[in-house]
């Protein structure tokens, strides 16, 4: 049986005073009444308590005797079995030692050796000050040296704050800690009193090339209809210029490569060079003069509004698409260290989640923290896993026009105070987080983070008016030129190369 419980209480009846040497195996969490006997054939009554220094005593509450006469009788002057939710009230001034990592905006602190600190700022440091305030006790930070929020580890062992708890170098830890289940077999949690979800951040989409913008306002199969549409409009007024010929016996003297080149000219610049006084022409012209208005005037409106709105790569907006980006585009996923998304995606068994992680590679994937995993996106194909908050506070910072952040959001999570195994103050907690949570104070404190952030980058900040054409719009057209260049080339040499004769050389 667990000895360390707040659930369990024990009455310890002893023939001997050997309290001295007993007190020595007592810890906070273990809570025991001790009757002890004395010469006079009485026995003491002690209750365990936990003093201004954090040290386990006992203290005397009464007595209890029994005679023949009378009976059994006693008198004490407080409960054998104190209410642990009054006694946790107040704290009495004590100074509880708490675990974080340097981590604004839930926790910023100010370093003054690898593993403690002063704290300052932050969420966290507002609901634990705020905290200590109500249950009057102090607190001093402690810093986890490899800045690692950590659990149970396959080897066994405990890392990060987790693990200093758990081996209570540290009454609790604090600071955007994900309550899972690993974690509560070996520390205990309080209500969680902080929810938000995990994203994905990815360096900002690229700006899709426009060399091939002259064609995308049409489809194929509308390229196509227009080519055989120009092709067709030549042999179709040659053969109505015969027909003319023959039913009036004048001498009509186009072509059909002049009838096809006119009615082309027509299309892209509007203008027609062919007149002609038969009626069945003027229809004709009637009609593909409206169809080539209408063609140019769809062609003209769409290439502008291609050429003027930027047309990104595909973002990844979902674990599908980082899926996907990872197989086809030789992107990197990349977890910080002993972190709770780290350890769902590690220890599934099926799904989505297995299949990235089997898709990623340590050596490059991991980062120690989340500084350190923002900053890793800029350096290429690499998509960071992680909190909400954590990333979009970073990202601002960094400058926002480089980096994408998923529309998706996935696996949601609350943060809890981790306290040692068998924490007797743990419902005190839990019930003073939960008043801060109601009354609207962790959520004051968030905005009031957030609004500290100034954007340092101001590249993401539009304009009213258009921009420039740059070399970037005009790329397609250059592309198109450089094609007839090459195929002019081509035909030259062919026509070359077939008509000369052999062995002799072409003027």
């Not at 007592?26 to 809570?31: F, V």
């Amino acid at each position: 049986m667990n000895l360390e419980s707040s659930a369990v209480y024990w009455y310890v009846i002893l023939q001997s005073d050997f309290t001295a040497e007993l007190i020595t195996h007592l810890r906070e969490g273990t809570q025991m009444t001790a009757a002890v006997r004395t010469a006079d054939m009485r026995y003491r009554l002690r209750t365990s308590y936990v003093d201004i220094h954090n040290q386990v005593r006992l203290k005397a509450v009464g007595w209890w005797w029994w005679s023949r006469d009378s009976g059994g009788r006693h008198v004490a002057s407080s409960s054998l079995t104190p209410d642990l939710q009054q006694v946790y009230r107040d704290f009495g001034g004590r100074t509880l030692t708490a675990a974080v990592v340097d981590d604004w905006p839930f926790f910023k602190v100010t370093p003054v050796s690898t593993t403690h600190a002063i704290p300052d700022s932050g969420i966290d440091y507002q609901v634990l000050t705020s905290l200590a305030l109500k249950l009057n006790f102090t607190y001093k930070v402690k810093l986890d040296p490899k800045g690692q929020w950590g659990g149970p580890q396959p080897d066994g062992s405990v890392i990060g704050m987790i693990g200093m708890v758990a081996r209570r170098e540290a009454d609790l830890a604090i600071n955007e800690i994900t309550i899972t289940g690993p974690r509560e077999t070996v520390v205990d949690f309080t209500v969680p009193y902080f929810m938000e979800s995990t994203t994905i951040v990815t360096p900002a989409p690229k700006e899709k090339s426009k060399a091939g913008a002259i064609f995308s306002p049409f489809t194929p199969l509308v390229w196509l209809l227009l080519v055989a549409a120009t092709l067709a409009i030549g042999p179709v007024l040659s053969s109505v210029s015969w027909v003319m010929e023959l039913y009036t016996g004048k001498k009509w003297d186009r072509s059909i490569q002049q009838y096809t080149f006119n009615m082309f000219r027509n299309m892209v610049v509007q203008g027609n060079l062919i007149v002609s006084g038969y009626w069945p022409h003027r229809i004709i012209f009637l009609s593909w003069y409206l169809f080539t208005f209408y063609v140019f005037a769809l062609y003209s409106g769409t290439l502008t509004a291609v050429l003027a709105i930027p047309s990104f790569e595909k973002p990844i907006d979902s674990l599908v698409d980082l899926l996907n980006a990872i197989k086809k585009d030789g992107f990197i996923p990349v977890f910080a260290y002993g972190t709770s998304n780290e350890f769902i995606f590690r220890e599934a068994t099926s799904g989505i989640y297995r299949d990235i992680w089997h898709m990623f590679t340590p050596s490059l994937g991991y980062v120690r923290s989340f500084d350190e995993g923002v900053e890793k996106v800029l350096m290429g194909k690499y998509a960071f896993v992680n909190s909400y908050m954590a990333v979009e506070i970073r990202v601002r910072k960094t400058g926002i026009s480089k980096f994408y952040m998923a529309q998706q959001t996935f696996y949601p999570q609350g943060y809890g105070m981790a306290l040692v195994s068998g924490a007797p103050y743990k419902n005190v907690f839990s019930h003073v987080l939960l008043q801060l949570r109601e009354s609207g104070l962790v959520d004051k404190w968030t905005k009031d983070e957030v609004s500290k952030l100034k954007r340092q980058d101001k590249s993401g900040r539009s304009s009213s008016l258009p921009g420039a054409i740059t070399l970037l719009h005009l790329q397609a057209a250059f592309f198109l030129l450089l094609s007839g260049f090459s195929l002019a080339s081509a035909v030259l040499i062919t026509e070359i190369f077939l008509c000369s004769p052999r062995g002799e050389k072409t003027p």
